[in-house]
């Protein structure tokens, strides 16, 4: 059977593809072999949330199972180095992003993406309800993370004029926002939106990715060693995903059961809420044109332009070295 680990990771730690014609059910087409399950551990990028949902599901639901897959989810966090215990072989696969794993490999580290669980990294800004678009922080007080400051700030910073002199750091404490309406500050949409709806406070949250910034988001990240020596394990692991995440979405019940037996902290409503902005914002694509888990050269490469001229990656490194298309499912039923 699947299990699911309750506690989290023990340490701290090019091909263009052809798309097919539409696969009903592709978890079931690629049947269960006649040995032994494959074991499969995967390690998230934080602690389970609903944007860990369609692995859950997966989970939930026997998907995994009936592709002859036995996976293991175990929970990220804070202290969580995912790259470092991937590259450890303490887990098969992590939950990443496209900036980690370009900088990886400009370091000469095996790390591949495979599959894009959203056609966009969800990192946003929250505002007070007077500011009507990204554009409009120009003048405002904005709370940076540390990591922030070195993936997509200088992004921001650069598209609309904004200076280094209007950050101050963000400590994941919200008061600072609340308490001056002058202040806007880094967010996820299922997050910090929550707490403020929480509070009676209106706001709003502006994607990034909607004004431009390039990246993916949650990404199935393995080794190379893993796609060249399992590539079969691999590509079933990553059509029975997208299949828990179209299921995740019509019906997560299963799925959240799971999320709060890992995560009791994570209430019911923070749940929905998260569902709610993420069927809103429709970062899982889905439709005939952006089958789920899709991704492209195009957009790889313009990651790889935008860490070069913010210098945050030397020019040069083989991009091509940090994805392969050669894993993503053939689907095109919509995800709701």
């Known amino acids: 059977m699947p299990t699911i680990s309750i506690a989290p990771a023990r340490r701290r730690p090019h091909r263009r593809y052809l798309l097919a014609a539409a696969v009903s059910g592709a978890a079931l087409a690629l049947a269960a072999p006649a040995s032994a399950a494959e074991k499969v551990v995967l390690l ?18 026997g998907l995994y ?14 202290q969580v180095n995912g790259m470092q215990l991937l590259l450890a072989g303490e887990a098969d696969a992590i939950l990443g992003y496209d900036i980690q794993v370009l900088q990886a490999v400009e370091k000469g580290l095996p790390a591949v993406t495979v599959a894009a669980s959203f056609q966009y990294d969800l990192q946003g800004m929250m505002t007070h309800a007077d500011v009507k678009s990204l554009a409009g922080v120009k003048d405002k007080t904005i709370l940076v993370s540390a990591s922030g400051m ?12 904004l200076t280094d002199s209007q950050v101050r750091a963000y400590t994941f404490n919200l008061q600072p926002f609340f308490a001056d309406q002058a202040t806007v500050q880094q967010a996820y949409p299922s997050s910090e939106p ?15 990715a909607k004004d431009g910034y390039p990246p993916y988001g949650t990404t199935i990240v393995t080794t190379r060693k893993m796609v060249e020596s399992r590539p079969d394990v691999m590509r079933r692991f990553v059509a029975v995903s997208m299949e828990g995440w179209k299921g995740y979405m019509s019906d997560p ?9 890992q995560n009791p902290k994570m209430s019911d409503g923070q749940i929905a809420f998260g569902i709610e902005k993420m069927r809103a914002l429709k970062v899982l694509g889905g439709d005939e044109n952006v089958p789920i888990g899709t991704m492209t050269e195009a957009r790889w490469k313009a990651s790889y332009d935008y860490l070069v001229e ?13 994805y392969s298309l050669d894993f993503m499912p053939v689907l095109t039923a919509k995800a709701e």
């Open 253 to 261: 019940g299963p799925a959240n059961a799971l999320i709060k037996a």
């Open 65 to 78: 199972e009936k592709a002859g897959l036995d996976v293991e989810v175990r929970m990220g966090g804070p």
């Open 310 to 322: 913010a210098g945050l990656l030397k020019a040069g490194t083989d991009w091509h070295k940090a």
């Open 44 to 61: 998230t990028n934080w602690y389970a949330q609903a944007e860990h949902g369609g692995f859950y599901q997966a989970v939930a639901t």
């Open 150 to 161: 070195t993936t997509w700030w200088p992004w921001l910073k650069k598209k609309y004029a």
């Open 194 to 208: 929550y707490q403020a709806q929480e509070k009676g406070t209106p706001v709003n949250f502006y994607l990034f």
